[in-house]
T-cell receptor, first 110, second 115 residues
């Protein structure tokens, strides 16, 4: 079993829909990261959080430390949000290396 | 303030050749991480370095792979005698020196193709 599990693996939505991507982890963490990767492109850090909730524009990330679960929400989705969204955790007591989920491929149709 | 820089962006090598991937961290960052993304797979940690020191190389293959981060200049990931299975995207990330600050900033990646 992977230390970081994401769902769904693939997600197709219509423009304007509310999107939720889920992430569960099974190890002790110092922080959880949400990353965005466009096809053929680099990786952009969207959020780093260790508790509560963060918001940036139409993106919201939440984390529940007790349940070892995080969600990434996108409000009023747009075709330009189409990308792979990756959940990653910094593990405790070590080098802060990231352990990644396999990613969620989001396609938003106009 | 330039972001993390990696070069080359694309690298083609024949089996048996050497590949050298370079990463220049953001200004003021002294921590560098290398990650590998194999085709159709997720990202995997390879190695974590601070200036002149390898801190964690638990994700590095035991043979043919090495990494360094000299006092001056970029971090280098070196792959000797490349094989087709080394074809992947290699990403470098950097973070500042402050303790307990673990946001990582990613470079654009180097896409290695082994013929």
């Amino acid at each position: 079993k992977n230390e970081v599990e994401q769902s769904p693996q693939n997600l197709t939505a219509q423009e304007g829909e509310f999107i939720t991507i889920n992430c569960s982890y099974s190890v002790g963490i110092s922080a959880l990261h949400w990353l965005q990767q466009h096809p053929g492109g680099g990786i952009v850090s969207l959020f780093m959080l260790s508790s509560g909730k963060k918001k940036h524009g139409r993106l919201i990330a939440t984390i529940n430390i007790q349940e070892k679960h995080s969600s990434l929400h996108i409000t009023a989705s747009h075709p330009r949000d189409s990308a792979v969204y990756i959940c990653a955790v910094s593990t405790q007591g070590g080098s802060e290396k990231l352990v990644f989920g396999k990613g969620t491929k989001l396609t938003v149709n106009p | 303030n330039a972001g993390v820089m990696q070069n080359p962006r694309h690298l083609v090598r024949r089996r048996g050749q050497e590949a050298r991937l370079r990463c220049s961290p953001m200004k003021g960052h002294s921590h560098v991480y290398w990650y590998r993304q194999l085709p159709e797979e997720g990202l995997k940690f390879m190695v974590y370095l601070q200036k002149e020191n390898i801190i964690d190389e638990s994700g590095m293959p035991k043979e043919r792979f090495s990494a360094e981060f000299p006092k001056e200049g970029p971090s280098i990931l070196r792959i000797q005698q490349v094989v087709r299975g080394d074809s992947a995207a290699y990403f470098c990330a950097s973070s500042p020196s402050s303790p307990n600050y673990n946001e990582q900033f990613f470079g654009p990646g180097t896409r290695l193709t082994v013929l």
